[in-house]
């Protein structure tokens, strides 16, 4: 189930905007799931692949997908992209759209692991290298199977807790 579907009062494009002040666009909420699903594919390639120079790789490439996400927004991902593309053009148009900022921070999340696994890989602790890339995977994981995004649930609960 999405954030936006579990919390919808506490997502701010519901609301509407102070005067003066922008508004975010809003996402499809399917556009995070199905990069999750990628992500997911990339991940499980890294677990199979480790320890060598092309589990690297790969976690490279997606280490840099998840430094777009966290920079730029999850909206101009190569993910994203491939979703805008090829899959959206196919579905109904979604109930409602979602804030980016949860996702957002569930990119910089995501990156987060990755350098980690990174860092194991490339300093000969694979241990590390798997146990960041695993975490990762799950977190990927139940957002792709089950449209729950731990990242985003991490962000709510800051946002609430920074409030009281």
């Known amino acids: 189930m999405s954030t936006t579907q579990q919390h919808p009062q506490q997502h701010p ?10 508004r975010p666009a809003g ?25 060598g120079p092309a589990a690297v790789v790969v976690l490279t490439l997606q280490a840099a997908v998840f430094a777009v996400g966290a920079t730029l ?23 409602h759209l979602e804030d980016p900022a949860p996702p957002r921070f569930a990119q910089t999340v995501g990156l987060g692991f990755a350098v980690v696994g990174l ?9 590390l290298g798997l146990v960041a890339t695993g975490f990762a995977l799950v977190a990927a994981l139940l957002n792709a199977l089950f449209r729950f995004c731990l990242g985003c649930e991490l962000y709510l609960l800051g946002r609430r807790l920074a409030t009281h």
């Open 13 to 22: 494009q519901h609301h509407q905007a102070a005067a003066g002040q922008a």
């Open 27 to 51: 996402i499809d909420p399917r556009g995070p799931q199905f990069a999750a699903a990628l992500t997911s594919i990339a991940l499980i390639a890294v677990l199979l692949l480790a320890p």
């Open 73 to 95: 927004g999850v909206q101009h991902t190569p993910y994203s992209w491939l979703f805008r593309t090829l899959v959206r053009p196919r579905l109904a148009a979604p109930e």
């Open 119 to 127: 860092v194991g890989f490339l300093a000969g602790v694979d241990l």
